[in-house]
């Protein structure tokens, strides 16, 4: 990984745990293997209102076969790094 | 681009076709037809039933081209594109039958929605299969060693080439489509109802519970492979000559607003939703925006499909009183895949009528005994309140019925039979099931649960054991089944049922016998069911760990469910009072609130 492609990843990562601090963590330290839903704990109307959050801040449209794929925060980083790069 | 328009010179005819061919050829004679909308607000598609039956029938000789024969299933993942209604009609001028396949993944669901797909498509055999570009690797997946004729997008399907001769067509008695709303994930059963069975449902929705008129226009989120979604929204506006606007289920999650927007842009005056799509539609509207919407058009908001609590509802209305929005609006109605879409409606422009009954009684003596809440309050009685879903469409009979099946009089609560033009065939090729719920004399027996108040149905209890989340009916069943997938779990350590959540919502819980004593492997095991759950589902879950032999059985052996409910409500009622000697409990603590009965009870749902 380059380091701006680095730094990228970074600013969304920071980013992402700004957004899914607003949800219901139940006490639990975020990091980027910190799984969605297993640990996290967010159902679908959750799931959508984050997806809302994404797409108008990073302005990107995420399809949904990449959401089914995604477990963790990590998973979740690098899919909108590569939505970003596919968009520019 | 336009939307096409909500009024033209083509004179009204609700829903009077013997076929749904010869609705859309009548139809094609007018203006209005079918908008699609983006997530953004923007219009992206505008056909007119006449465009959308050019396009239809070009499409049907090319289905035809595949050699498929009359009565063949076309199974379409039902995503809102324009795409799917174009299928949809294509199914019907070629003689086959479509069948809507769910267009919903959750987080992580990759695997679980693949397995539900191939269920579907085993289920219906179906010959062939479509879905839009973004759902293709599922459908893909879900076919691999099946031996359809075609699987693709509607590129593919349009590249076909078309067959010659004469389109089969229709006859009333023909199947129109397959629905499955109302099966388990694991045991799916497709409702098959006919052209003639679901346009007496129409005629009837439209004279007599809607009273259309020749200026209503429908506005719509709701998923095509949904009743609702499918009937209400596309067949019959089609069937009335009505324009409708379509905003995508997960486009009107993410950004709830864009329903109202669209609702006031185009001065639409029906639309429908369960409670929690105006709960969350009312969470994210803002000051600004009612405003500047005009909803004083809107007369019909249909609320169903789940349990009714008026909290969201007033909410809702509040927020959107500065843009015309009228509660008289609201009507509560109750149906089922079952009986096509609609049974009941509530009267237009009135207030939700609300009965109430002494709780007790209706407990012990299943007697719904009127009780007014000062009275019970100054004598200390408990009150249940249920919404009152109105008269049952004409063309319905009604009969409640005791457990020996004998009819009820008024104000007793037995279990829902009906009959009538409406009510389905049965389901697809499984005979056992259909003689479950129907008689052969035409009853059918909804498995749910109500009185008749002055012959308006109320609605107290529904299918046995189906819980509902989000205006979704979920199988215990299924739950079990995920459950019982985890090692060290038996064939019969699980038991699912219905709770209600601190905030009154609805959400199922799951009681596991379990061995384990290490509290890291018993942590690992609730986490991994709440996971699976959550993959298949969408949803939260209250897991619970108990002994082996807590579960309750009946003589024979089988799992009595509503017990294992009782005794688990009463395990938790025993913790919040002892807070101190809770150890038994895994699931989250904030759910720990006992669950009310009356509000399960006040379950309402439109299937």
Same mark, same amino acid.
């Given at each position: 990984?380059?380091?701006d ?14 957004m ?10 975020l ?9 996290m704990g ?12 994404i797409?108008?801040r990073?302005?990107i ?12 925060? !990590? ?5 909108? !790094?590569r939505?970003i790069?596919?968009?520019s | ?8 010179d083509?004179g ?10 010869e ?8 203006e ?15 056909l007119?039933?006449?465009e ?7 499409? =049907?000789r090319?289905?035809l081209?595949l050699?498929m024969?009359k009565?063949?299933?076309?199974a379409?993942v039902?995503?809102?594109t324009?795409d ?9 001028? @070629? ?11 959750h ?5 679980a ?5 191939r ?5 219906c ?8 570009e973004e759902?293709l ?23 076909l080439?078309?067959a010659?001769g004469?389109?089969p ?36 929705m ?9 200026q ?7 998923p ?34 864009q ?11 029906i639309?429908s939703?369960?409670?929690?799509g105006?709960?969350? @539609?009312?969470?994210?509207? &803002?000051?600004?925006?009612a405003e ?7 007369r019909?908001?249909?609320?169903g ?6 909290e969201?509802?007033?909410?809702? @209305?509040?927020a959107?009183a500065p843009?015309?929005?009228n ?17 009941s409606?509530?009267?237009l ?9 002494d709780a007790?009684?209706?407990?012990q ?12 309050e ?8 249920y919404v009152?879903c ?5 063309t319905?009979?009604?009969?409640i019925?005791d457990?020996?099946g ?18 389905m ?6 005979e ?9 004399d ?13 012959g308006?149905?109320v609605v107290?209890g ?5 819980i ?9 069943q ?19 049922f ?9 959400t ?20 991994n ?9 969408g ?5 619970e ?11 024979s ?5 509503? &017990?294992a409910?009782q005794?688990?409500l ?11 000697q =809770?150890?038994?409990?895994?699931g ?20």
């Open positions: 990984m380059s380091t492609t680095g730094d990228q990843y970074q600013e969304i990562l920071q980013g992402l745990y700004g899914l601090e607003r949800f219901p963590t139940r006490n639990i330290d990091q980027e293997q910190t799984d969605l839903v297993a640990d967010l159902d679908s109307i959750n799931v959508m209102e984050l997806l809302q959050e797409e108008d990073f302005d449209i995420v399809p949904l076969n990449v959401m089914s794929d995604v477990r963790t925060v !990590q998973d979740l980083a690098t899919q909108v !790094q939505l790069r596919e968009n | 681009m336009q939307p096409t328009g909500s009024s033209h083509l009204l005819r609700p829903s009077t076709f013997s076929t749904l061919c609705a859309l050829d009548y139809a094609a004679g007018g209005t037809g079918v908008n699609f909308y983006n997530g953004r607000g923007e219009l992206y598609c505008a007119s039933y006449g959308l039956r050019e396009q239809s029938l070009e499409l =049907a090319r289905l081209g050699g024969e009565g063949d299933r076309v379409l039902a995503e809102t324009p799917f209604v174009r299928f949809f009609w294509a199914c019907q001028y @070629a003689g086959l039958v479509p069948v809507p396949l769910p267009a919903t993944v987080i992580g669901g990759h695997q929605f693949v397995n539900q797909l269920k579907l498509l085993e289920n055999r179906a010959e062939a299969a479509m879905a839009p759902w690797s599922f459908l893909q997946e879900a076919t691999e060693g099946l031996e359809l004729r075609c699987v693709g997008t509607p590129d593919v399907f349009d590249a080439e078309p010659v004469e389109l067509g229709a006859e009333p008695q023909d199947t129109a489509y397959i629905q499955y709303t109302s099966g388990s994930t694991r045991f799916p059963r497709g409702v098959v109802i006919d052209h003639a069975t679901v346009l007496a449902n129409i005629n009837d439209a004279l007599n519970g809607l009273r259309l008129n020749d209503d226009r429908f506005g719509s989120w709701l095509f492979y949904h009743d609702m979604g499918l009937v209400a929204f596309i067949i019959m506006p089609m069937a009335t000559q009505r324009s409708v606007d379509f905003l995508g289920t997960r486009d009107f999650a993410m950004r709830p607003r329903w109202l927007e669209l609702m006031s842009r185009n001065r639409a005056t639309t939703a369960p409670p929690f105006y709960d969350l @539609a009312a969470m994210r509207v &803002r000051a600004s925006d500047k919407w005009d909803l004083s058009n809107w019909v908001a249909c609320v499909a789940e349990l009714i609590s008026p969201p509802l007033q909410r809702f @209305a509040e959107l843009a015309g929005f509660p008289r609006s609201y009507v509560a109605c109750y149906g089922m895949a079952e009986c096509s879409l609609a049974i409606f509530a009267p422009g009135e207030e939700m009528a609300v009965d109430c009954v007790e009684h209706l407990q003596a299943h007697e719904a005994r009127p009780l007014d809440p000062e009275t019970a100054r004598e200390g009685v408990r009150v249940a309140k009152d109105g008269p049952l469409l004409p319905f009979e009604v009969s019925r457990d020996d004998n009819p009820l009089p008024e104000r007793h609560v037995g279990s829902i039979h009906l009959r009538g033009p409406s009510v065939s049965g389901y697809f090729e499984d056992a099931s259909t003689r479950e719920v129907m008689s052969p035409g009853w059918l027996n909804t498995g749910d649960v109500g009185y008749l108040v002055d308006n149905l107290t529904r299918k046995k054991d189906m509902i989340v989000h205006g979704r009916n979920i199988w215990p299924d739950l079990e089944f995920l459950a019982k997938q985890q090692p060290g779990v038996r064939f019969t350590d699980a038991a699912a219905a709770v209600t959540d601190e905030h009154q919502h609805e199922a819980a799951i009681v596991v016998q379990c061995r384990e004593r290490d509290p890291a492997r018993r942590d690992e095991l609730v986490k069911i709440k996971g699976q759950v959550r993959a298949e589902f949803i939260e879950c209250v897991v760990l108990v002994p082996p032999r807590t579960l309750p059985r009946t003589s052996g089988k799992l009595a469910r509503s &017990r409910r005794e688990f009463a395990r938790r009622a025993a913790e919040t009072a002892a807070p101190s =809770a150890n038994v409990v895994n989250p603590g904030k759910a720990a609130a006992p669950p009310v009965e009356e509000n399960r009870d006040r379950a309402r749902r439109l299937a």
